[in-house]
Nanobody, 127 residues
Framework: QVQLVESGGGLVQTGDSLRLSCAAS????????MGWFRQAPGKEREFVAA????????YYADSVKGRFTISRDNAKNTVYLQMNSLKPEDTAVYYC????????????????????WGQGTQVTVSS
């Protein structure tokens, strides 16, 4: 069982930066692939970024590539999402997720492959 708690969201202006954190409980954090998803009002949840257990590979949605960076600190049981050059279209509730069964690179972008989810943190970018 893994419990995830996101933090770091807020209201910022276009072009600003934010760093989201996701703290995980349990001693098996380092065995989970971690991902960030987001959901804007009236839209479906969408993939943002993911990082493998080994930290060797990271994956990003095209819409955030070059602006967002995912990282993890297994010693602190925490995954981060550094968001730079924020745009109004980045406004959403951001969720972190943990998954054990990633077999293919495409699995990291599929919300159904994740086993545990946080409660979400709101990010609002004003124009």
């Amino acid at each position: 069982q893994v419990q995830l708690v996101e933090s770091g969201g807020g209201l910022v202006q276009t072009g600003d930066s934010l760093r989201l954190s996701c703290a995980a409980s349990g001693r098996t954090f380092s065995t989970y692939a971690m991902g960030w998803f987001r959901q804007a009002p009236g839209k479906e949840r969408e993939f943002v970024a993911a990082i493998t257990v080994s930290v060797i590979n990271t994956y990003y949605a095209d819409s955030v590539k070059g602006r967002f960076t995912i990282s993890r600190d297994n010693a602190k049981n925490t995954v981060y999402l550094q968001m730079n050059s924020l745009k109004p279209e980045d406004t959403a509730v951001y969720y972190c997720a943990a998954g054990l069964r990633m077999a293919y690179s495409r699995d990291y972008q599929d919300s159904h492959e994740y086993d545990y989810w946080g409660q979400g943190t709101q990010v609002t970018v004003s124009s």
